[in-house]
């Protein structure tokens, strides 16, 4: 797996949920309010 360049305005953060998987939001994903899942349990955002 390639390591993405992060972006200004980027935020990383554990899965609320689980606290196991690190989820990644840009500034541009949180600018349309794109929704994330995590992998590792299901949990959806950005509750
Ligand atoms: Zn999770």
């Known amino acids: 797996m390639a390591?993405?360049?992060i972006e200004k305005g980027t935020v990383r953060f554990k899965c609320p949920n689980c606290m196991k998987y690190e989820l990644t939001r840009t500034a541009?994903?949180?600018k349309i309010a794109a929704k994330?899942?995590?992998?590792?349990?299901?949990f959806?955002?950005?509750?």
């Open 3 to 5: 390591e993405q360049p």
């Open 44 to 47: 959806t955002g950005p509750n």
């Open 36 to 42: 994330y899942t995590c992998p590792a349990c299901g």
């Open 28 to 30: 541009h994903e949180r």
